[in-house]
């Protein structure tokens, strides 16, 4: 199975934590952002909606249409195309008394929608939905202000309805949700760059950390780990080489100890040599042998040498000591035990 490289796996990890931070901030400017046109288109609702009641309320007092019609027709002109749908004034029955279509003053709305609305002075807009098209309805009472016995009396004489497209909002919110998305998309792209050289300086160190080790169970002794991070990798790749320096000498101990035992088999086997492989056989007598060193190398010794027909020597050494100092000094014993047997043997036959 193919692994799967350390700096893939945290880059990926980042660039999905990235990920999941600027859709979640994305989609929180998008909520604000949508309730503050929202507010705003209200604002401005309600504002229009006011100043066309202040209009109508003089327009109906003076008798004066025009007044009326002249702030409708400011209203529809000052304000973005298809913005607003309808500007009109009703009396207290839901007659229309003035509006943007001249066509439609005279007919007759319902107004039992609103009533309480109305009589609650709520500033509010109503959102209702007409044509399949969502509408904000800004409604503003008209009161007309009387002196009764001395009393200032206010008195409902109709309501101003200003009817906003939530379209604009929508088109507002899409051009708001363009704007975030590619402000979002480059906050992304920046973030995963960002997060890979990070990526790439995080784990650069941890990558030849795991190199130097290939290479040191490859039996690469005198490979050094150079990282210089002044941090805990820094302190593991400095263990590595000391490691690896306690490797080396190890190894070099152990085959110095290797060479060294295979200098004492052979000087082992040398020695075995030395020892008679076979005993002589004396009528009369038996003999036997054994022979096992306390280490690889003794100084212990035995030997025969026949004299003549009717005499056999018999010779047994141990020299104090154990290992190799205690082999020499016996071959040099036997060197010296054979030399004078040999000469013992040429005066006797002289």
């Known amino acids: 199975m193919k692994q799967i490289s350390i700096?893939?796996?945290f880059g990926v990890l980042v660039g999905i934590l990235i990920f999941i931070v600027v859709i979640a901030i994305s989609t929180t400017l998008l909520n604000q952002e949508k309730k503050v046109l929202v507010e705003r288109i209200q604002r401005q609702g309600l504002i229009l909606s006011k100043n066309l009641?202040?209009?109508?309320?003089?327009?109906?007092?003076?008798?004066?249409e025009l007044v009326i019609y002249q702030t409708i027709e400011d209203i529809i002109r000052q304000e973005e195309k298809e913005a607003i749908k309808e500007a009109f004034v009703l009396d207290t029955t839901g007659k229309i008394i003035a509006h943007n279509n001249i066509k439609k003053v005279g007919q007759s709305l319902d107004t039992r929608s609103w009533e309480s609305d109305i009589k609650k002075e709520s500033q509010k807009p109503r959102l209702f939905e007409k044509d399949n098209e969502l509408l904000y309805d800004f409604m503003t009472p008209i009161?007309?202000?009387?002196?009764?016995?001395?009393?200032?009396?206010?008195?409902?004489i109709g309501s101003?309805?200003?009817?906003?497209?939530?379209?604009?909002?929508?088109k507002a919110l899409n051009k708001a949700t363009l704007s975030v998305f590619f402000i979002s998309f480059l906050i992304l792209a920046a973030g995963i760059g960002a997060s890979f050289l990070l990526t790439r300086f995080i784990v650069s160190p941890i990558m030849k950390i795991a190199h130097g080790a290939q290479q040191i169970g490859n039996g690469n002794l005198?490979?050094?780990?150079?990282?210089?991070?002044?941090d805990e990798l820094e302190f593991l790749s400095n263990q590595f080489n000391i490691m690896t320096e306690k490797l080396e000498e190890a190894q070099k101990i152990m085959l110095k100890q290797e060479r060294l035992k295979y200098e004492l088999d052979i000087a082992t086997g040398i020695q075995n040599s030395l020892i008679p492989q076979k005993i002589?056989?004396?009528k009369n007598m038996a003999l036997s042998a054994y022979y096992s060193p306390a280490k690889e190398i003794g100084g212990d010794y035995y030997d025969f040498y026949k004299i003549d027909n009717n005499k056999l020597g018999i010779i047994m050494a141990?020299?104090?000591?154990?290992?190799?100092?205690?082999?020499m000094i016996m071959v040099m014993v036997r060197s010296i035990l054979k030399s004078q047997v040999f000469s013992a043997k040429t005066a006797f036959h002289t």
Not at 145 to 153: A, D, N, Q
Not at 162 to 170: A, D, F, M, P, W
Request: proline share 3%; net charge positive.
């Open 280 to 282: 002589p056989s004396i």
């Open 143 to 156: 009161f007309l202000k009387t002196f009764k016995k001395g009393v200032l009396k206010r008195v409902l």
């Open 222 to 230: 005198q490979y050094k780990i150079s990282v210089n991070t002044k």
């Open 53 to 64: 009641a202040s209009s109508a309320a003089e327009g109906i007092t003076t008798s004066d």
């Open 318 to 327: 141990d020299v104090s000591g154990k290992g190799v100092p205690a082999a």
């Open 7 to 9: 700096k893939i796996k």
């Open 160 to 170: 101003a309805h200003i009817i906003y497209s939530y379209r604009v909002v929508q």
